[in-house]
C-alpha cells in the first residue's frame, strides 16, 4: 500500500486580527494639481470628490511605507513578526520586474524567511491578497499572512494628463490574518474582463520605450498609466452590484446586516452609485476617503478602513462589505468584521 501523505493542520475560520495604514507626511491640494491640467479646484472636487491627496517623497518608499503600515498591523493584532509565515504585498508600482518586494519588507521587519511575495490585480489588488492570505492560513499553510496594499502611484502618473494626474495618489495599508474562533472572513467573490483591459493600462510596454531611446534618444517619452475614465465609471458604478450582493449572499447575510461599506476609492460619485444601487440603510457606514486620501489604487481599501474606524463611524467587529475593482479588468469583494487598529 501506498504511505499517505501528511496534510496539514487546518483552521476553520480566519479574521482581520490587526489594522496598520501609512498615509505620506505631504497632503497636496487641488490647486497644486491643477495648473499642469489646465483645471481647477472646483472641476476636481465635482467630478472626482477630491479635495486633497497625499504625495510621498524620496524617503517615502514602496518598502518603508509597508514597513510602517504592517509595524502598527502587527501591533495591533498582538503579533510578533517571527509568528508571520508568507507576506503578500499588492501593489502596481513597484517598478522593479524582479525581485518582488515582499521579501525585502519582510526583511525589514526582521521576519524569520517568511515566505513572501507580490500580486498584482490593479486597485483590486488588496481584495485579492486578503483571499490568498486567508485560505492560506485555512489550509495551514501559514499560522499568519500579512497582506500589504501599497502604491506609490507618483511614480507613475504624467502630471500634464487631464485624466490621471489628479486621481492618483501615495501611500500603504496593511492587516494581519490569522486564526479565529468565528467566521470573520466571508468567502470572496472575484474575476476579470480581460475584454476590458485597455480602460486602465500602462500606455506603452517597456521594450517599447527602449526602442523609442533608441530612435529617439532623450526625446522618448517615458510609459505612463492611463485611463479611459468614462468606461471605467460607467461599468463599475453599474456592473458591480452583483458582485456585492453575491459576496454579501455567500456570506450568509443579507444587505440589511451590514454595518459597513468600505469600496475601493476610486471616484466619489461612484462610491455614491454602488452605495444606492445596494440599497443600503442610511445607518451604513461608507467609507469616503477619497476626499482627503486620493485614489491610492492598491491601497485604498486599507485606508479606507482606517478612516472609518478613526472617525468612530464604525468599530472593530462590525461587518463590513469589502469591494475593489481595477485594471484588468479585475474585481473582488468579500464580507468582513473590521479588526482592530492602530
Known sequence: MAARLAQATRVEHTAMLGLGVYRPARVVTNEEVAGPINSSDEW????????????????????AMSAAASRD????AGIEPGQVDCVIVATSTW????????????TELGMNNPAAFDIS????????????????????TARHALVIGVERLTDAINPADRGTAFLFADGAGAVVIGPSGEPAIGPTVWGSEGDQHHAIRQDKDWMEFFIEIEEKGTDAVRPYLAMEGT????????????????????????PADIDAMVPHQANGRIIEIMARELKLSEQ??????IAETGNTSAASVPLAMEALLRSGESKPGADALLVAFGAGLSYAAQVVKLPNWF
Not at 45 to 52: D, E, K, L, P
Not at 121 to 130: E, M, P, Q, T
Open 44 to 63: 476636481i472636487r465635482t467630478r472626482s470628490g477630491i479635495h486633497t491627496r497625499r504625495f510621498a517623497d524620496e524617503s517615502e518608499t514602496i518598502i
Open 73 to 76: 498591523a502587527l501591533a495591533a
Open 95 to 106: 517598478l522593479s520586474l524582479t525581485p518582488a518586494a515582499a521579501p525585502q519588507i519582510a
Open 121 to 140: 490585480a490593479g486597485c483590486a489588488g488588496f481584495c485579492h491578497a486578503v483571499a490568498v492570505g486567508s485560505d492560506l492560513v485555512k489550509g495551514g
Open 231 to 254: 468606461a471605467v465609471f460607467r461599468w463599475a458604478a453599474h456592473s458591480l452590484k452583483k458582485v456585492c450582493l453575491d459576496a454579501i449572499e455567500r456570506a450568509g447575510l443579507t
Open 284 to 289: 451604513v457606514a461608507v467609507a469616503n476617503d
